[in-house]
C-alpha cells in the first residue's frame, strides 16, 4: 500500500485530506507544522507528500527545499495562495504539482493517483542496471 505524509497544520484538513487518500486506497501519516513535517520526510519511506505552504516553524517551502537536498520524493503543494508567481517558484523548487485551497477532495485525489502513477513510470524509467549494481536517478518532477 503506497504511503502518503500529510503536512498541514489545520486540522480540519488534515483530518478531511487523510480521510479522501485513505478511502482512495493509501496508507497516511499525518504532521502538522513544518519541523515535524521535515523530520517524519526525511526518516520515513513516503511515495508522495502533501504539503501546505503556510506552516509553524518551517513554512511549505522551507521544507520543501531542505527535502529536496536529500530527497525526491514527489511533492504536492497546498496553499490558500493563489500567485502565479508562487507556483512557478515550488515547480522550480521541485514540487510535482500544486493544488489551491478551497480545493476539491476529489480533484486532491485524482492529482495524487496521477501523480504517483507518472512517478512510478519515471521511476522504472530511470533505473538503471548494470550487473549487481543498481543506479537510481529518479526525479521526479519535470
Ligand atoms: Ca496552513
Known amino acids: ?17 487523510a480521510q479522501t487518500l485513505k478511502e482512495g486506497g493509501y496508507k497516511t501519516t499525518s504532521a502538522y ?6 523530520r517524519m520526510a526525511e526518516n520515513g519511506a513516503f ?16 521544507v520543501l527545499r531542505r527535502l529536496r537536498e536529500k530527497s525526491n520524493v514527489p511533492v504536492i503543494m ?7 508567481r508562487t507556483k512557478t517558484d515550488l515547480l522550480t523548487l521541485g514540487a510535482v504539482d500544486y493544488i ?7 480533484e486532491v485525489l485524482a492529482r ?11 521511476e522504472s524509467r530511470k533505473q538503471l542496471t548494470y550487473g549487481n549494481l543498481v543506479l ?3 526525479f521526479c518532477f519535470s
Open 100 to 106: 489551491t485551497k478551497p480545493f476539491d477532495l476529489g
Open 1 to 17: 500500500m503506497e504511503h502518503i505524509l500529510i503536512i498541514e497544520d489545520e486540522r480540519d484538513v488534515n483530518r478531511l485530506l
Open 112 to 122: 495524487v493517483v496521477s501523480n504517483l502513477r507518472r512517478c512510478k513510470k519515471e
Open 33 to 38: 507544522d513544518g519541523m515535524e513535517g521535515l
Open 78 to 84: 497546498i496553499s490558500a495562495r493563489d500567485m502565479v
Open 47 to 62: 511515495d508522495l507528500i502533501m504539503l501546505d505552504l503556510m506552516l509553524p516553524y518551517f513554512s511549505g517551502d522551507e
Open 136 to 138: 537510481d536517478k529518479v
